[in-house]
């Protein structure tokens, strides 16, 4: 069973930038697309960026961040990242790194982090 394990988040200050990482158990990291999700208080789980298995050439965003984020993968160390950069505070929230499912494989999550943007 993977196990995705993710850095700590932290407090930044508006117009401030924030790297996550995410790094996955086993030696089939690089068959699986992956995204970054988030969930605000009170609100719905969303959508922040996700990338494509194998080298990851194909990359999508959240309206909300495009142009600010960027995800990111490195096969040879199994892990995902999301560099964030002119953060806002509407950007707080838990952050959540996700294995895509596959024919007869669930997704996984990983534990979650929380990024908080100050004024």
């Known amino acids: 069973q993977v196990q995705l394990v993710q850095s700590a988040g932290g407090l930044v200050q508006a117009g401030g930038s924030l790297r996550l990482s995410c790094a996955a158990s086993?030696?089939?990291?690089?068959?699986?697309?992956m995204g970054w999700f988030r969930q605000a208080p009170g609100k719905q789980r969303e959508m922040v960026a996700t990338?494509?298995?194998?080298?990851?050439?194909?990359?999508k965003y959240a309206d909300s961040v495009k142009g600010r984020f960027t995800i990111s993968r490195d096969n040879a160390k199994n892990t995902v990242y999301l560099q964030m950069s002119s953060l806002k505070p509407e950007d707080t929230a838990v952050y959540y790194c996700?294995?895509?499912?596959?024919?007869?494989?669930?997704?996984?999550w990983g534990q979650g982090t929380q990024v908080t943007v100050s004024s």
């Open positions: 996700k294995r895509e499912p596959r024919i007869y494989i669930e997704a996984a």
């Open positions: 086993g030696r089939t990291f690089s068959n699986y697309a």
């Open positions: 990338i494509s298995s194998g080298a990851g050439d194909s990359t």
